[in-house]
């Protein structure tokens, strides 16, 4: 599991809640100025990821205006750039003469150099913000500063592939070490390093290896979206990618499997997942092996026995039945 930092205004007296949220936000992004109707007894609560360089944070609050000024800006200045995926409850920013609104699944961004102010309103506010050090981006301030005001989406392309990891990150970080933790990190930083160049439209501008891990996570969404496919291949992936198939091997030649192991662990574990489920106790196995991209039965068969070392009927009788499901749906419609 992941190292992480758990805060919650509940956990203070109710007269320091407040403050003590103003002063969590000043150290996890910038000091800032907040304010809100709530200050009385303030809800907020906040994880703190740390990926090396970079901090993820998902957090849970009530409507508030942060504000960071110039004076605050020549007192201290981190040099980060803040990147919020907005889950839940609407915000309105303010850069300059510049203004923004933003809805669930928006991104925007902000950076600890420039003076703001933002409103959240929603009961409560959740969002995942992104700490990255604005060194780590490849481009310029100048470039970043034209999207600062602007809502980029999470629900496709480049932002969605965003979206998924935080989302993910967030709700789960059992199954990672500490020592993923700064691979993560890169991870990060590339993705939005990626989403902003594609906004600017300047993905030139990024170095040859940030393009690349951010192509090889994008095939990486695009086979888990297409396990159904029995026509995902590498020559299918490559041609949807527009780059030839040699250069998709030397694209995961460093990864633990090939193209085509990876695309079958995959979806051996999703009809794994599905064949020891109660809820599709009663789904023939045929149409699970189809549903993850094996229409052939025997094929499907001999790939199960040889990743888990028995069939996937007698796999399944033994979860059910071990699992005291009672013998419901035993599969025995193979």
Known sequence: MLDEMVFRTEEVAAADRFDSWVERMGRTHAPMELRSDHTEDYRA??????????????????????????????????????????????????????????????????????????????????????????????????????????????????????????????????????????????????????????????????????????????????????????????????AAHHISVSYLHRLFQDEEDTVADGIRRLRLEAAHRDLTDPALGTTPIHAIATRWGFPRASTFSRAYRAAYGTTPKDHRCRAFTGGGFGGRGLGSRE
């Open 45 to 238: 609560s906040q994880r703190v990821l740390g990926l090396g360089p970079v901090v993820v944070w998902p957090s849970e609050f009530q409507p508030v205006v942060f504000r960071r000024t110039r004076k605050l800006i020549r007192q201290s200045d981190p040099e980060m750039y803040h990147l919020s995926l907005l889950l839940h409850g609407t915000g309105a920013g303010v850069w300059g003469h510049h203004e923004t609104a933003y809805r669930p699944l928006d991104l925007h961004v902000n950076s600890s150099s420039l003076d703001y102010e933002l409103h959240s309103t929603g009961n409560p506010v959740r969002t995942v913000g992104v700490e990255i050090p604005q060194a780590l981006v490849p481009l310029s301030h100048d470039k970043v500063r034209r999207i600062i005001a602007r809502p980029m989406s999470a629900r496709e392309g480049v932002g969605a592939l965003l979206s998924g990891f935080l989302t993910q990150l967030a709700a789960d970080t059992s199954a990672y070490r500490p020592s993923d933790a700064p691979r993560l990190g890169r991870v990060a930083s590339d993705l939005v390093a990626s989403l902003f160049a594609h906004v600017l439209e300047d993905e030139n501008a990024l170095p040859p290896e940030t393009h690349q891990r951010s192509l090889t996570l994008r095939i990486q969404a695009f086979i888990r979206a297409h396990l159904h496919d029995p026509g995902l291949t590498p020559g299918s992936i490559a």
